[in-house]
Nanobody, 128 residues
């Protein structure tokens, strides 16, 4: 069982930055690939970024490439999402999720159904 707790959301003006954190419980964090998803009102939950357990592989959805950076610190059981140059269309609830990858260190799933555990979400609001 893995528990995930997101933090770092808030209200920011367009062009600003936020850094989301997701703290995980348990001793096997380094065996999980991690993902950040977001869900805007009335829309589906979509992948934002993902990172493999060893950080070898990362994925970004096109709309955030060059602006967002996903990283992880396995010693701290934490995954981060640095968000720069924020736009109003980035407004959403952001969720982190964990995918058990075991000994496979280079997988970074992009579909929500592939993830085993989810956090409660943190609101990000970008004003124009």
């Amino acid at each position: 069982q893995v528990q995930l707790v997101e933090s770092g959301g808030g209200l920011v003006q367009a062009g600003g930055s936020l850094r989301l954190s997701c703290a995980a419980s348990g001793r096997t964090f380094s065996r999980y690939a991690m993902g950040w998803f977001r869900q805007a009102p009335g829309k589906e939950r979509d992948i934002v970024a993902a990172i493999s357990s060893s950080s070898i592989r990362t994925y970004y959805t096109d709309s955030v490439k060059g602006r967002f950076t996903i990283s992880r610190d396995n010693a701290k059981n934490t995954v981060y999402l640095q968000m720069n140059s924020l736009k109003p269309e980035d407004t959403a609830v952001y969720f982190c999720a964990a995918h058990w990858s075991g000994s496979v260190t280079n997988t970074s799933p992009i579909e929500s159904r592939q993830y085993d555990y989810w956090g409660q979400g943190t609101q990000v609001t970008v004003s124009s």
